[in-house]
């Protein structure tokens, strides 16, 4: 692959690449060495590869990996079965309520979710994947996409809920003496 | 089908409605055209879906990251990685490969080529030479390195004969003297290098700091009036940036 097309390429996906490592790593400095690495090893290993369709495919599956692997080196793993319900329905509030909030916001309520479901739920909603691609994107079996999307949009509600309500709090005034209340 | 279960297979389903032809979703979405409860469940749900989406669309990647990427590619084709074995001996070969391409290119050195070249330069002699086995330490400079918060030093502070003679090493650079300065920050090892900015890159070097990641190390290039810098470590970008 040449210098035009990698740039191409680049211009491509790196915008998507990085929004799924920022909610992957939570901050963005590890976010932008995450999706460095990958074009790095794209660059010395990812161009032989022929089906050029396949590239946006290859390079969110390699972050992934390359997400876990920096993960693998100094943390324990979490299981579904240790995680926190975390169930909630949709209402209209909740609508209204995300509505209201930042883009900045949505994401850190995002990056709150639970890894297991966040990667999923990032491609979901970052990349319009379907659950088959993501799936295949993180080389997971289909029904536990469907089960993490479910389980992952439930945490992001009550993230957004709890996100839109520390926002409009009213905080006192520094100079506020106990009894006195900022309304 | 229950419905706990239609909730469950439509939570999958995206809010622009790209899976209305997937079978799978097939019985779940005729309950929801049945069912008013669920109807409206899923109405709200894609709804909120659609927002979500829109406002995660609206993040932005940093400044600088499209060009860190295409200069840290350039450097990766250039130095694929090495296995440990035979590192000193390709290092030594990258390097001097590198001091023979500097000489012929001198005149035409583009910035993000030259900050890629110093910085694979540093990386691979970080990783493949072998350090500190000559000089003495650089005393003050390494202790001030050495303090937690302290910054990467200036021109104003760099005093390059002097610290030739006191430096770790002093590196051949096509021709010219690149001085590195070892120390220890955090439990981490940094190589920093300086060379004068009338050396082989001339003043193609870009006065921002860049942050190039490849395999095995990653480093930080920038520049001043008089001097082209690079600071590398297996410690990460994110450890670099806090030099800066």
Same mark, same amino acid.
């Given at each position: 692959?040449?210098?035009?097309?990698?740039?191409?390429?680049?211009?491509?996906?790196?915008?998507?690449?990085?929004?799924?490592?920022?909610?992957?790593?939570?901050?963005?400095?590890?976010?932008?060495?995450?999706?460095?690495?990958?074009?790095?090893?794209?660059?010395?290993?990812?161009?032989?590869?022929?089906?050029?369709?396949?590239?946006?495919?290859?390079?969110?599956?390699?972050?992934?990996?390359?997400?876990?692997?920096?993960?693998?080196?100094?943390?324990?793993?979490?299981?579904?079965?240790?995680?926190?319900?975390?169930?909630?329905?949709?209402?209209?509030?909740?609508?209204?309520?995300?509505?209201? $909030?930042?883009?900045?916001?949505?994401?850190?309520?995002?990056?709150?979710?639970?890894?297991?479901?966040?990667?999923?739920?990032?491609?979901?909603? $970052?990349?319009?994947?379907?659950?088959?691609? $993501?799936?295949?994107?993180?080389?997971?079996? $289909?029904?536990?996409?469907?089960?993490?999307?479910?389980?992952?949009?439930?945490?992001?509600?009550?993230?957004?809920?709890?996100?839109?309500?520390?926002?409009?709090?009213?905080?006192?005034?520094?100079?506020?003496?106990?009894?006195?209340?900022?309304? | 089908?229950?419905?706990?279960?239609?909730?469950?297979?439509?939570?999958?389903?995206?809010?622009?409605?790209?899976?209305?032809?997937?079978?799978?979703?097939?019985?779940?979405?005729?309950?929801?055209?049945?069912?008013?409860?669920?109807?409206?469940?899923?109405?709200?749900?894609?709804?909120?879906?659609?927002?979500?989406?829109?406002?995660?669309?609206?993040?932005?990647?940093?400044?600088?990251?499209?060009?860190?990427?295409?200069?840290?590619?350039?450097?990766?084709?250039?130095?694929?990685?090495?296995?440990?074995?035979?590192?000193?001996?390709?290092?030594?070969?990258?390097?001097?490969?590198?001091?023979?391409?500097?000489?012929?290119?001198?005149?035409?050195?583009?910035?993000?080529?030259?900050?890629?070249?110093?910085?694979?330069?540093?990386?691979?002699?970080?990783?493949?030479?072998?350090?500190?086995?000559?000089?003495?330490?650089?005393?003050?400079?390494?202790?001030?390195?050495?303090?937690?918060?302290?910054?990467?030093?200036?021109?104003?502070?760099?005093?390059?004969?002097?610290?030739?003679?006191?430096?770790?090493?002093?590196?051949?650079?096509?021709?010219?003297?690149?001085?590195?300065?070892?120390?220890?920050?955090?439990?981490?090892?940094?190589?920093?290098?300086?060379?004068?900015?009338?050396?082989?890159?001339?003043?193609?070097?870009?006065?921002?700091?860049?942050?190039?990641?490849?395999?095995?190390?990653?480093?930080?290039?920038?520049?001043?009036?008089?001097?082209?810098?690079?600071?590398?470590?297996?410690?990460?970008?994110?450890?670099?940036?806090?030099?800066?």
């Amino acid at each position: 692959m040449n210098n035009e097309a990698f740039a191409q390429l680049v211009d491509a996906n790196y915008a998507a690449l990085y929004r799924f490592a920022l909610s992957l790593a939570r901050n963005a400095s590890d976010a932008g060495d995450l999706v460095q690495q990958t074009f790095f090893i794209w660059a010395t290993k990812g161009h032989g590869l022929r089906e050029l369709s396949k590239a946006k495919s290859w390079l969110f599956t390699t972050l992934y990996r390359e997400f876990l692997r920096g993960r693998r080196r100094d943390s324990r793993s979490t299981f579904l079965e240790d995680l926190p319900p975390g169930e909630k329905d949709p209402v209209a509030e909740d609508v209204d309520r995300v509505s209201k $909030i930042d883009s900045a916001s949505v994401m850190v309520a995002l990056q709150s979710v639970d890894e297991t479901f966040r990667a999923p739920l990032t491609l979901f909603y $970052i990349e319009d994947m379907s659950y088959q691609e $993501i799936a295949a994107t993180l080389e997971v079996p $289909i029904g536990t996409v469907m089960s993490r999307l479910s389980r992952g949009k439930a945490q992001l509600r009550l993230a957004v809920e709890g996100a839109a309500t520390a926002g409009s709090k009213v905080l006192p005034f520094p100079g506020n003496t106990k009894g006195n209340r900022a309304l | 089908m229950r419905t706990e279960e239609a909730k469950f297979i439509l939570a999958a389903f995206r809010p622009g409605g790209a899976d209305a032809g997937d079978p799978a979703f097939s019985e779940a979405l005729h309950m929801a055209v049945e069912d008013p409860v669920l109807g409206a469940w899923f109405t709200q749900s894609r709804a909120h879906d659609s927002v979500v989406s829109g406002k995660l669309g609206e993040i932005q990647p940093p400044v600088g990251l499209r060009d860190a990427i295409l200069a840290g590619a350039r450097v990766g084709k250039a130095s694929r990685p090495r296995s440990a074995s035979w590192r000193w001996a390709a290092g030594l070969a990258v390097a001097a490969g590198l001091a023979v391409a500097l000489l012929s290119f001198r005149s035409t050195v583009h910035p993000q080529s030259a900050t890629a070249t110093l910085a694979s330069f540093a990386i691979d002699d970080m990783l493949n030479a072998k350090h500190g086995s000559s000089g003495a330490p650089a005393g003050t400079l390494v202790s001030e390195l050495q303090s937690d918060g302290a910054k990467m030093p200036d021109a104003d502070q760099i005093d390059f004969e002097k610290l030739r003679d006191t430096g770790c090493r002093t590196l051949n650079f096509a021709g010219h003297d690149l001085l590195e300065v070892c120390f220890a920050r955090g439990g981490a090892e940094y190589h920093f290098y300086v060379t004068r900015r009338d050396g082989p890159l001339g003043d193609a070097v870009a006065s921002g700091p860049s942050f190039i990641a490849q395999a095995g190390g990653a480093a930080a290039v920038w520049s001043d009036a008089r001097f082209d810098y690079a600071v590398a470590s297996t410690a990460g970008v994110a450890a670099l940036r806090k030099l800066l």
